[in-house]
């Protein structure tokens, strides 16, 4: 357990549906990022936040998607209209980067599998 | 985007040392190398990290070459619960410092009893 939480860990939905995920990370971290991974695949970058802000976003992340950080703390991941091709492990992770640090290391949850039906 | 390459498969007997090789030849000088394991269904763990030395953890030692082209993961006394994805990474740099993880396919390690 990395303290690093996701719900659900499982959803199954059908074509069409909207879909909420949440990332509750590691309390004092500062850094919060999503992932997605299909089957027999590396994860992949997403987006990206530094407390409250969103500062990075992947090309993956079609307009249907949609992520907030609203107070720097958890994370939730919507997708809207999901399509079958949107089945995949979404994975939050987080990290702490110190002023003046080199480097941060990522710590993954146990990612929300998704089922679009 | 993914700068390294890792053999697809190894498989490595209980109790042995497992040695899991890694290729980044494009790395820049002041890019780290992460490894992550990925168990079947779980999210993948932080293994180690290193820049240019050698580095050692309670779970795995992490051998860079001198001109930092490739690597390689040591479990030293591998177990059946080591069978994991393995995952040689060079980070990428998008914004303000931060870093995403770019996976590749990784090694299928399986252990064997």
């Known amino acids: 357990d990395t303290g690093v939480s996701q719900n659900p860990r499982h959803k199954i939905t059908k074509r069409g549906q909207n879909v909420t995920f949440r990332c509750d990370p590691i309390s004092e971290h500062n850094r919060l990022y999503w992932y997605r991974q299909t089957l027999g695949q590396g994860p992949e970058f997403l987006t990206y936040?530094?407390?409250?802000?969103?500062?990075?976003k992947s090309r993956l992340l079609s307009d249907r998607f949609s992520a907030e950080r609203p107070k720097g703390s958890f994370s939730t991941l919507e997708i809207q209209r999901t399509e079958q091709g949107d089945s995949a492990m979404y994975l939050c992770?987080?990290?702490?980067?110190?002023?003046?640090?080199?480097?941060?290391?990522?710590?993954f949850g146990p990612g929300t599998r998704l089922t679009v039906l | 985007d993914a700068k390294t390459t890792q053999p697809p498969s190894m498989d490595c007997a209980e109790g042995r040392a497992a040695n899991l090789p890694c290729n980044h030849s494009t790395i820049s000088g002041n890019e780290y190398v992460y490894w992550y394991r990925q168990i079947h269904s779980q999210g993948p763990q932080y293994i180690i990290h290193?820049?240019?030395n050698n580095e050692t953890n309670e779970m795995a030692s992490l051998i860079i070459t001198e001109d930092r082209k490739s690597s390689t993961l040591i479990l030293p006394h591998a177990t059946l619960r080591d069978t994991a994805v393995y995952y040689c990474?060079?980070?990428?740099?998008?914004?303000?410092?931060?870093?995403?993880?770019?996976f590749g396919q990784g090694t299928r390690l399986t252990i064997n009893p």
């Open positions: 992770a987080s990290s702490l980067r110190l002023a003046g640090g080199s480097t941060d290391t990522q710590y």
């Open positions: 990474i060079v980070r990428v740099a998008i914004i303000q410092g931060a870093q995403k993880l770019v």
């Open positions: 936040f530094q407390n409250e802000a969103q500062l990075e």
């Open positions: 290193g820049l240019k």
